[in-house]
């Protein structure tokens, strides 16, 4: 093996490792506190709808284009921040089982692209205050905010 070979073989190797692509989340805002799920999982951004049946825990549902999408409550993880604004907007996500979970929130969402270094586990002493399982980690935002990484998967242990 000729030095030239080996030096391009090993810069490379070392480009490949260095180029972690960030992934893609959609993010938004409830009450003063940031949440954030895979853009993978959300099927599609809804405005305009007619919430009902609407459920003591407060979930309810919305009809859409002929499916039925359950509305989760988010207020339940953070309830002083449950000032109940006007959900002009619905996040629509998709969960392992086909089910539709809507996410009803007051602003457009934004796309946040993070890298899994931004990515940091939420301190256990905080955690054990009733914090639900479907906020799985903390990330720090590009803009130096803390944004709360939700696992959709888990919205059915709530």
Do not use: W
């Not at 284009?65 to 449950?82: H, Y």
């Not at 086909?98 to 929130?105: A, E, M």
């Not at 940091?120 to 905010?145: F, H, M, N, T, W």
């Amino acid at each position: 093996m000729t030095h030239a070979n080996y030096n391009r073989r090993f810069r490379s190797q070392k480009q490949s490792t260095v180029r972690i692509t960030p992934k893609k989340f959609v993010s938004f805002e409830l009450g003063n506190v940031y949440y954030a799920v895979p853009i993978e999982r959300v099927e599609r951004i809804v405005k305009n709808f007619n919430p009902y049946g609407l459920l003591p825990g407060g979930n309810s549902l919305v009809r859409h284009q002929e499916e039925l999408i359950t509305l989760i409550n988010l207020s339940k993880i953070f309830p002083s921040d449950g000032s109940r604004q006007d959900s002009n907007y619905l996040i629509v996500c998709i969960l392992n089982k086909n089910d539709l979970l809507g996410i009803p929130i007051p602003d457009m969402p934004k796309i946040l692209e993070i890298s899994e270094e931004s990515f940091c586990e939420i301190p256990e002493l905080y955690r054990q205050q009733q914090l639900p399982p479907v906020i799985e980690k903390l990330i720090r935002a590009p803009d130096g905010s803390e944004v709360f990484y939700l696992n959709v998967d888990l919205f059915s242990e709530m």
